[in-house]
């Protein structure tokens, strides 16, 4: 599973597709992969050359190593519609030596470097927030000047400021410092902003609306946006001394705040007009808007919250017993500049620093329909901040940017299966083809998905329907195959166009070969689907929270019922072998007490912050979300950590331990441990063990920090300390109050409600052996 995933990106749920939809019923874990389109490989086979495609018009597969081979005929059949289709006569296919790289059995995913080239380069256009204190300001300011440096000489670069009023800077003048202002309280339709921004004049408009003279008022209105375009967004080379004198002497916005209220800041209209100036000059373009907010917007379109500090921002109960004023305008108002954002094939990449929230949970349809980032940090001063915000420019082993821009991304499927949805930072793109379930599932109607902005990181989880009514029979010796296509139409950070495809098969089950299935099972990747499904259903349908619950529940114990081996009404005879019931039991376990459904103690931002980082991460990084890793770190092998349970047993006074969050890093210390480090026992000759104890896992954290992204909150605690509350809060309450007795260790209990793993177990068992209970 892990080599498949290192070659192909791939991760299904079951690895081997049950072959009839009754089957497929019976399994309810969906049939689903976790889909890597831009994995990073060193040994990708990149082809300078155009794909060779299937004749048959409803299919368009392309080339790939399952295809039968007829090297008498010079042709190939297709594995999804059976198609024969010639080969080009420069194809030598006699012999396993001469096949072409496409063909090669190494080479399910392929890359070819398609000789096109965009029409314009890489836009970076960034919208800055100036209602902030002279700290947060200047380390802002001096991460963007960093950043510049990171960035191709030949990108586009612009700037936005706003506080009460937004402000387009002008970089076209190097001895002096020009903007354009709109007034932040009002309420701007786009030809209005175009018109400001001198993209649409009046008397452009009224030529156009002239019939006999369309084309030419057409080409007259291209060439203008074209020097309008050149006011605003210039080369790096030509305005990195304008666009550096710019930022160091952006100041504070000077209009003053009154007494116990927050500033004037009009977050809404600022995204408004950046992405007006990017959809009317360069639509369709590797563009990005990257927005740096230090608080909530609080005058004109997309208001969160009002000026007056009595006035307090919404909450979870405030949204969910609507009692947010402002909620439904402010959402209504980005849900509408995120279709304008993905339609043009923008990306919006979204900065939070600010212990305050800033509006987050009504702006994540900016970033979550367009694949953009999204970074939550108290302030632009913290290492968080910094660090995350530059790895966005991390580069490939050539130099150029690691991201990539404007992409269709589109699935074919052999005939027994069909494609419900996909769940990701994706728009759907209404290609109803005849691989599309009739049950949608995420994104669904369709079986392809517009993604403005990727990532080597970035992962989408696809659904399958088994479409079968029998098994197919075994052929050969060997059994029947089911076959994915991914294709990812994109564009490099080069400019120039590629094609990624990766194409697997499964096999399909056969009658009486159960175990065959139950040994396919993908704990983790498994995990990872539902876990997607379960936010994207919160997120976007809106249901409840218990909903989702009974839902998970019902999944798990559907689940045992069909593949447990037990006596009816004898839960001491439940078993279930390990590919089915080692890990996947408690991933839904501690899913459901993750942040992800449970929204106690976090606010609206917070949570959908959580979320859109489940739903951009591979399934190793969700299953750490999930269920955090803990090492523990004892003086009798100081040098190494050892795994231990996520859970409360493993609180003990002479032990370190290291929690992964993926969001957190805490290291915590046991009672034992954190008396000896007070009292500087490390700083002594004779206890170098001890020093060394205590400095392992600082370096086996800082290991977890090279590739991560966004950069986790580092935090380190004692027993009994504040912050050890982020460890309690993940822990299997195995030593609780519910349940206290005398402990061996005298180690801290975890103060909750909720029931332990163990009697999570014994009430699933319980309901999946009962006679009586249906589901």
Same mark, same amino acid.
């Given at each position: 599973?892990?080599?498949?995933?290192?070659?192909?990106?791939?991760?299904?749920?079951?690895?081997?597709?049950?072959?009839?939809?009754?089957?497929?019923?019976?399994?309810?874990?969906?049939?689903?992969?976790?889909?890597?389109?831009?994995?990073?490989?060193?040994?990708? @086979?990149?082809?300078?050359?155009?794909?060779?495609?299937?004749?048959?018009?409803?299919?368009?597969?392309?080339?790939?190593?399952?295809?039968?081979?007829?090297?008498?005929?010079?042709?190939?059949?297709?594995?999804?519609?059976?198609?024969?289709?010639?080969?080009?006569?420069?194809?030598?296919?006699?012999?396993?030596?001469?096949?072409?790289?496409?063909?090669?059995?190494?080479?399910?995913?392929?890359?070819?470097?398609?000789?096109?080239?965009?029409?314009?380069?890489?836009?970076?256009?960034?919208?800055?927030?100036?209602?902030?204190?002279?700290?947060?300001?200047?380390?802002?300011?001096?991460?963007?000047?960093?950043?510049?440096?990171?960035?191709?000489?030949? @990108?586009?670069?612009?700037?936005?400021?706003?506080?009460?009023?937004?402000?387009?800077?002008?970089?076209?003048?190097?001895?002096?410092?020009?903007?354009?202002?709109?007034?932040?309280k009002k309420t701007y339709s786009a030809k209005q902003i175009q018109e400001v921004l001198g993209f649409l004049s009046p008397d452009l *408009?009224?030529?156009?609306?002239?019939?006999?003279?369309?084309?030419?008022?057409?080409?007259?209105?291209?060439?203008?946006?074209?020097?309008?375009?050149?006011? =605003?967004?210039?080369?790096?080379?030509?305005?990195?001394?304008?666009?550096?004198?710019?930022?160091?002497?952006?100041?504070?916005?000077?209009?003053?705040?009154?007494?116990?209220?927050?500033?004037?800041?009009?977050?809404?209209?600022?995204?408004?007009?950046?992405?007006?100036?990017?959809?009317?000059?360069?639509?369709?373009?590797?563009?990005?808007?990257?927005?740096?907010?230090?608080?909530?917007?609080?005058?004109?379109?997309?208001?969160?919250?009002?000026?007056?500090?009595?006035?307090?921002?919404?909450?979870?109960?405030?949204?969910?017993?609507?009692?947010?004023?402002?909620?439904?305008?402010?959402?209504?108002?980005?849900?509408?500049?995120?279709r304008r954002a993905s339609r043009n094939g923008i990306v919006v990449d979204i900065f939070a620093g600010s212990y305050d929230q800033i509006?987050?949970?009504?702006?994540?349809?900016?970033?979550?329909?367009?694949?953009?980032?999204?970074?939550?940090?108290?302030?632009?001063?913290?290492?968080?901040?910094?660090?995350?915000?530059?790895?966005?420019?991390?580069?490939?082993?050539?130099?150029?940017?690691?991201? @990539?821009?404007?992409?269709?991304?589109?699935?074919?499927?052999?005939?027994?299966?069909?494609?419900?949805?996909?769940?990701?930072?994706?728009?759907?793109?209404?290609?109803?083809?005849?691989?599309?379930?009739?049950?949608?599932?995420?994104?669904?109607?369709?079986?392809?998905?517009?993604?403005?902005?990727?990532?080597?990181?970035?992962?989408?989880?696809?659904?399958?329907?088994?479409?079968?009514?029998?098994?197919?029979?075994?052929?050969?010796? @060997?059994?029947?195959?089911?076959?994915?296509?991914?294709?990812?139409?994109?564009?490099?950070?080069?400019?120039?166009?590629?094609?990624?495809?990766?194409?697997?098969?499964?096999?399909?089950?056969?009658?009486?070969?159960?175990?065959?299935?139950?040994?396919?099972?993908?704990?983790?990747?498994?995990?990872?689907?539902?876990?997607?499904?379960?936010? =994207?259903?919160?997120?976007?349908?809106?249901?409840?929270?218990?909903?989702?619950?009974?839902?998970?529940?019902?999944?798990?114990?559907?689940?045992?019922?069909?593949?447990?081996? =037990?006596?009816?009404?004898?839960?001491?005879?439940?078993?279930?072998?390990?590919?089915?019931?080692?890990?996947?039991?408690?991933?839904?376990?501690?899913?459901?007490?993750?942040?992800?459904?449970?929204?106690?103690?976090?606010?609206?931002?917070?949570?959908?912050?959580? *979320?859109?980082?489940?739903?951009?991460?591979?399934?190793?990084?969700?299953?750490?979300?999930?269920?955090?890793?803990?090492?523990?770190?004892?003086?009798?092998?100081?040098?190494?950590?050892?795994?231990?349970?996520?859970?409360?047993?493993?609180?003990?006074?002479? *032990?370190?331990?290291?929690?992964?969050?993926?969001?957190?890093?805490?290291?915590?210390?046991?009672?034992?441990?954190?008396?000896?480090?007070?009292?500087?026992?490390?700083?002594?000759?004779?206890?170098?063990?001890?020093?060394?104890?205590?400095?392992?896992?600082?370096?086996?954290?800082?290991?977890?920090?090279?590739?991560?992204?966004?950069?986790?909150?580092?935090?380190?605690?004692?027993?009994?300390?504040?912050?050890?509350?982020?460890?309690?809060? *993940?822990?299997?309450?195995?030593?609780?109050?519910?349940?206290?007795?005398?402990?061996?260790?005298?180690?801290?209990?975890?103060?909750?409600?909720?029931?332990?793993?163990?009697?999570?177990?014994? =009430?699933?068992?319980?309901?999946?052996?009962?006679?009586?209970?249906?589901?």
């Amino acid at each position: 599973m892990e080599t498949e995933e290192e070659l192909n990106g791939v991760r299904f749920s079951w690895n081997v597709i049950p072959s009839t939809a009754e089957e497929a019923k019976k399994a309810m874990v969906p049939i689903g992969v976790m889909y890597q389109p831009l994995l990073d490989r060193e040994d990708l @086979a990149i082809l300078s050359q155009d794909p060779i495609v299937c004749r048959n018009e409803a299919c368009r597969a392309i080339l790939n190593p399952y295809c039968m081979i007829d090297a008498r005929g010079h042709s190939w059949i297709c594995r999804f519609c059976g198609s024969r289709n010639a080969l080009p006569p420069s194809y030598n296919v006699s012999s396993q030596e001469t096949l072409p790289r496409e063909l090669l059995p190494t080479n399910t995913t392929v890359e070819y470097a398609l000789n096109r080239k965009a029409n314009a380069p890489l836009v970076f256009l960034f919208v800055v927030d100036v209602c902030q204190d002279d700290e947060n300001m200047q380390a802002l300011r001096d991460t963007l000047l960093v950043s510049l440096s990171l960035l191709p000489q030949d @990108a586009l670069v612009g700037l936005i400021s706003y506080g009460k009023h937004v402000h387009i800077h002008e970089l076209g003048y190097a001895d002096t410092t020009k903007t354009l202002a709109f007034n932040g309280k009002k309420t701007y339709s786009a030809k209005q902003i175009q018109e400001v921004l001198g993209f649409l004049s009046p008397d452009l *408009r009224a030529k156009k609306n002239q019939g006999p003279n369309t084309r030419q008022s057409s080409f007259a209105q291209q060439t203008s946006a074209a020097e309008t375009l050149s006011k =605003y967004l210039l080369p790096l080379a030509t305005a990195e001394f304008a666009l550096t004198n710019t930022l160091e002497q952006l100041q504070q916005d000077t209009f003053s705040v009154k007494a116990h209220n927050r500033p004037l800041r009009a977050t809404g209209l600022a995204l408004d007009v950046a992405i007006s100036i990017l959809e009317t000059a360069l639509p369709h373009t590797g563009s990005r808007v990257m927005l740096f907010s230090g608080g909530p917007c609080t005058t004109g379109p997309g208001l969160v919250v009002g000026c007056p500090h009595k006035e307090a921002i919404r909450s979870h109960h405030d949204i969910d017993e609507d009692d947010a004023p402002h909620y439904k305008a402010a959402c209504k108002h980005y849900e509408m500049l995120s279709r304008r954002a993905s339609r043009n094939g923008i990306v919006v990449d979204i900065f939070a620093g600010s212990y305050d929230q800033i509006g987050l949970d009504e702006m994540k349809p900016l970033s979550d329909h367009t694949g953009g980032v999204m970074v939550l940090t108290d302030a632009f001063t913290t290492s968080i901040f910094k660090q995350s915000f530059l790895r966005v420019f991390t580069k490939n082993d050539d130099g150029t940017l690691a991201m @990539a821009f404007a992409a269709n991304f589109e699935v074919k499927l052999s005939q027994e299966l069909r494609v419900s949805g996909l769940v990701g930072h994706a728009v759907g793109q209404n290609n109803k083809t005849g691989y599309v379930a009739e049950t949608a599932i995420g994104i669904g109607g369709t079986s392809s998905w517009k993604l403005c902005g990727l990532s080597p990181r970035s992962t989408y989880a696809l659904y399958f329907d088994s479409v079968g009514k029998t098994p197919p029979p075994i052929t050969n010796g @060997a059994p029947p195959q089911a076959f994915v296509q991914f294709i990812t139409h994109y564009q490099h950070s080069s400019g120039m166009f590629r094609l990624r495809v990766t194409t697997v098969g499964r096999a399909l089950s056969q009658p009486n070969q159960a175990n065959v299935l139950k040994q396919s099972f993908d704990q983790e990747a498994a995990a990872a689907l539902l876990a997607r499904l379960a936010v =994207y259903r919160l997120a976007t349908q809106h249901e409840l929270i218990e909903n989702i619950m009974m839902w998970l529940d019902a999944t798990l114990i559907k689940m045992c019922k069909h593949f447990g081996e =037990y006596a009816r009404d004898d839960p001491g005879s439940f078993r279930l072998i390990p590919e089915l019931g080692y890990y996947f039991p408690q991933f839904i376990y501690h899913l459901r007490r993750s942040q992800f459904l449970q929204v106690f103690n976090n606010s609206p931002d917070e949570t959908a912050y959580y *979320r859109h980082v489940l739903l951009t991460e591979d399934t190793n990084n969700s299953t750490v979300m999930i269920q955090p890793t803990l090492m523990a770190y004892s003086i009798e092998n100081p040098t190494e950590g050892t795994p231990v349970l996520l859970d409360s047993t493993s609180l003990q006074p002479g *032990r370190i331990l290291l929690l992964d969050t993926f969001f957190h890093l805490l290291i915590y210390y046991g009672e034992t441990i954190a008396a000896w480090k007070k009292a500087g026992y490390q700083d002594l000759d004779e206890y170098a063990n001890f020093k060394t104890m205590l400095q392992q896992p600082r370096k086996d954290a800082s290991e977890l920090l090279v590739d991560r992204f966004p950069l986790p909150r580092f935090i380190e605690t004692e027993a009994k300390g504040s912050q050890a509350r982020f460890l309690m809060a *993940r822990l299997n309450p195995t030593r609780s109050v519910g349940n206290a007795t005398e402990f061996d260790y005298g180690s801290t209990m975890v103060l909750t409600d909720d029931v332990s793993l163990q009697k999570f177990m014994e =009430y699933l068992i319980k309901y999946s052996v009962s006679s009586k209970q249906k589901f």
